[in-house]
């Protein structure tokens, strides 16, 4: 399939579009280093500010059906780096990472900064604090546009 590219108001428009494709298929690139599957580090990413969660709560958080972050939370137990555990007067279980966990994100985390490092270094021009403006506003408004039902 060819580039339509009546459809795009300019060429902007279009190259936004392949940057945002671009940036998505790089964040799919394993580390081969890495000790945690994606699931498993964007799960204890929202951990790791200290806030035990549930299972719907994770769930919204990710944006994900409870069906899969289940199987995600599951996944992680298995492997050791979340604990699922009961509070008195809850009906919900909570997750929480275990040691095990907090060092493989810290482990994964250090790599994934290492790397943004060496991509700032790189970045000629550009400014990260002025990208990180841009990426916020951009995102912002983005989430305040409704996908039009038509």
């Known amino acids: 399939m060819g580039h339509d590219d009546s459809i795009w108001p300019s060429d902007v428009h279009r190259d936004v579009v392949e940057e945002l494709l671009r940036m998505r298929r790089a964040r799919a690139e394993i580390d081969p280093k890495a000790i945690l599957e994606a699931s498993a580090f964007h799960i204890l990413w929202l951990l790791s500010d200290g806030r035990a969660r549930t299972l719907r709560e994770l769930s919204e958080d ?59 270094a790189d970045l000629a021009p550009g400014d990260p604090a002025i990208l990180l403006v841009q990426l916020r506003a951009f995102n912002d408004a983005y989430e305040r546009q409704v996908i039009d039902a038509d």
């Open 62 to 120: 990710l944006d994900l059906e409870q069906s899969t972050v289940n199987r995600q939370v599951n996944a992680a137990i298995k492997r050791g780096y979340l604990e699922r555990f009961e509070v008195a007067g809850q009906i919900s279980r909570m997750h929480r990472p275990t040691e095990a966990g907090v060092e493989a994100f810290e482990h994964d985390g250090k790599r994934r900064a290492d790397r943004l490092n060496r991509v700032f």
